[in-house]
């Protein structure tokens, strides 16, 4: 069928193809003094088919959008939540009728403050942060801070205490060697970091100016199911894979911080709050950008931050509060935790999860295979059924499975049917 060429205005010639039916493609004619005639040029014009951004596409369909999606078990950038993916999407490119994209935002203009101080708002309700408390909006992942926390609220002589119940507790140990006089007070090394300390088993150091514990060790799949009172100094959290995944009481801890890329956010934003007395006595050779209390002055806005980062966590923060809070979320990430590991501890040791009991994470479930050999073709034949990024962390082998918020119920039923399944055919 031919082309059916339309007036758009005296000066141009909207040339249009009816065979497009899901698309309106039009190619844009400039007249010249060597034009044909009208009835010259559309007997000689052919079907043909323009890719042009000027107008949306259609929409894939339901059942098209399930199809492409996979079960994403990656421990970190994790899945986002379905709903907050599309609402990204709808708004990417003309937010709110701004005539802009989140991305093209001022981070000093009306439209992107409003974005950051009601993903603040929507925080504070969520996890009940009183004002007493700073919250902030900072870049460099969850690692910047293993040297930001001691630089802010301690001073090179001063003793602060450690307990290692993985790589990451590690980590933020040996960075504040540099900037303090930290002491391992427990580690879990020994045991291969599969338990967490008995809290009235701790010696803190007498003068310690604070205790610092990793909530949930991604790794190696070990979550504090309660969290120390320190005897001396305050309580310091990195909360990084289990931030929002359950009700915190905020006010037992002077600093929690925590990378955004596991449950709540892409990379590229970490989320610090701070009680407010513990900010402005930084030492003098902390950097510009890593003093709290130039953020805190700033409404995090000192330098441009992560703009679309921080947009994605409000989504995400609007949709947990939509869930019914952390109570709510809790309640499924239990029921989806249980599940998976009913299925490792009824496997009659084909699965077996190293961690003990007490403290398994709720959000990385690390396990391994009785015949490890079989590990790679499970690895192979997950794939194949569309769940991915089951490979356990270099540095412990195995597989790990990571359900975090987003992570729906029905990919963990997806995953235990897979493994009962390779089990009945490799046992």
């Not at 996979?70 to 709903?83: C, I, Q, Y």
């Not at 006089?181 to 007498?206: A, C, H, M, N, R």
């Not at 995090?300 to 921080?310: A, K, Q, V």
């Amino acid at each position: 069928m031919a082309s059916k060429l339309i007036s758009s205005s005296p000066n141009s010639l909207l040339l249009q193809n009816p065979n497009l039916q899901h698309h309106n493609h039009h190619l844009l004619l400039k007249p010249t003094t060597k034009m044909a005639s009208f009835s010259n040029l559309t007997n000689k014009v052919k079907a043909f088919s323009i890719k042009c951004s000027a107008t949306a596409a259609t929409p894939l369909s339901q059942s098209q959008d399930l199809e492409e999606r996979v079960f994403n078990f990656a421990a970190g950038p994790a899945t986002l939540p379905e709903k907050v993916l599309k609402k990204a999407q709808s708004e990417l490119y003309n937010w709110h009728g701004s005539g802009m994209s989140v991305m093209e935002m001022s981070h000093r203009g009306k439209e992107f403050l409003s974005i950051i101080q009601k993903a603040e708002g929507d925080l504070r309700a969520l996890l009940n942060i009183s004002e007493d408390y700073a919250v902030l909006f900072l870049q460099g992942g969850a690692t910047t801070q293993f040297a930001a926390i001691p630089l802010n609220i301690v001073k090179p002589e001063d003793s602060v205490d450690y307990v290692v119940t993985g790589s990451w507790g590690d980590k933020a140990f040996k960075e504040a060697q540099k900037y303090s006089k930290p002491k391992v007070i427990w580690s879990g090394k020994s045991e291969k970091y599969t338990k967490i300390p008995s809290f009235d088993s701790l010696e803190q150091t007498p003068d310690s100016k604070y205790l610092h514990i990793c909530a949930n060790e991604t790794i190696h799949g070990v979550e504090f199911k309660d969290y120390p009172d320190p005897k001396n100094g305050i309580l310091v959290a990195d909360m990084s894979s289990n931030f929002c995944s359950k009700p915190v009481d905020v006010s037992k801890f002077g600093v929690i911080y925590a990378g955004a890329q596991k449950n709540v956010g892409p990379s590229g934003v970490t989320i610090v709050i701070i009680r407010k007395d513990l900010i402005g006595d930084a030492q003098g050779i902390t950097p510009v950008m890593l003093d709290y209390k130039i953020h805190a002055e700033n409404n995090s806005l000192y330098n441009t931050p992560p703009c679309f980062g921080i947009y994605m966590c409000g989504l995400v923060f609007d949709d947990l509060l939509a869930q019914g809070g952390l109570k709510e979320v809790e309640k499924k990430n239990k029921k989806k935790g249980d599940l998976l590991y009913n299925a490792i501890d009824e496997s009659k040791g084909f699965y077996r999860c190293p961690v003990d009991k007490s403290v398994r994470s709720l959000m990385n479930v690390p396990f391994t295979l009785e015949k490890s050999e079989l590990e790679a073709e499970f690895i192979k034949e997950a794939a194949k059924e569309k769940m991915i990024q089951l490979k356990g962390h270099r540095s412990v082998g195995g597989m790990r499975a990571s359900i975090y918020n987003a992570m729906p119920f029905a990919g963990v039923e997806k995953l235990v049917a897979f493994m009962k399944d390779f089990q009945a055919r490799h046992a």
